[in-house]
């Protein structure tokens, strides 16, 4: 493959993208004008404005994206390569890292604006700025320490090893695993408090869910989202049969304990049918399979973007073309997720009924101001879940 295959397919998929976007915003336009479903003609209205707002943020952060990659193939990497000189494995490690901290700059505009603008505008973020800062500090740190120990073990395995290409893959496969488990434990709670949930009628009721699907409790824990959102949700932690059970403080206050039930029975249902480790295993897939590529690119294909075939320069390389790789073999992942989504519905429905599981779908979608309408062709392209009609056209109360 050609680097100049390369990069014409990166722009065509750039554009294909942007397509999409501005074809979900006519879309959506388009419905507005009709009558509303699902709720009332001011929230319907509300719900249609912030779809439109951040698809309209979307098509501007894809061609900030595109001038991202074309100033790093352009010369970009050539002059990190000339100020770092990756040539030891802590060298590598800062050229890296400086790679990312490069990217997170000129993105952070976007991300600033979407959180204190747009989330903002329509009542979801109530991260203050001082919050925001502590937070970033957070995931900056997160992303040196470990980020650069994980960083480093592949930069040496890629300096030593023959075939670095699997080893490499493996560590992350490793990785993709063990964040799982980590995450909620030691990650989560440095961004938000997690309490017990008080005992109650909820509390028995979730327990009686875990006994009669043969798990055990991990904990059940109310933790503070209301603090930066006022989305609803709600997740199950932890691998084998004890399960941490996660409720955002938001979801108690706005769904009955019924519906909380429900909820949870849905996610039961991806337990049931293993869906997290079709997600991991399709992930570690997609790994193994960057790193494959990566791994049989000839020297000429670096040397073309004027970088030496450093295992460095073929990092940030894999980097780069992640994400439009990722885009081509989104739609059949996606197809696959959300015939997940459908099956852990049906076990929802059957554990609380499926006239529970609509209501509090239904707030749900209200409270996360979730437009019911979406292009087929993006929603086949982008979601991983179905949309909210067809959700409910399923269960049979879509009115």
Known sequence: MSFELVVILYF???IVRLYLDIMQVGYVSE???????LMEQ????????????????SIVTLLA?????LFWIAGGLSWLEEAVEPNTLLSMVLFFLLFLGVNYVVMLPFEIYRIFEIEKRFGFSRVTPGLFVVDELKKIALTVIFGGAMLAAIFWIMSHLP???AWGALVLVVLLFSINLIYPLYIAPLFNTFKPLPEGELSKRINDLLRAHGLDSGGLFVVDASKRDSRLNAYFAGFGRVKRVVLYDTLIEKLTVDEVVAVLGHELGHLRNRDLWVRLVTSSIVVIGLFVLSGNLPDKFFMSVGVAPLPSAKLALIWLLTQPLMFMIMPLLNRLYRHAEFAA???GAAL?????????LKKLGYENKKFPYTHPLYEAIYYSHPSLLRRLEVLGHAS
């Open 163 to 165: 075939y670095w290409w």
């Open 345 to 347: 519905d049906t076990h």
């Open 42 to 57: 001011e929230r319907y209205m509300e719900a249609g404005r912030y779809e439109i707002a951040s698809k309209r943020l």
């Open 12 to 14: 065509v998929l750039i």
């Open 352 to 360: 609380a009924g499926a006239e529970i599981l609509a209501s509090a």
């Open 65 to 69: 994206e595109g001038a991202l990659f």
């Open 31 to 37: 419905r507005l004008q009709g009558q509303p479903v």
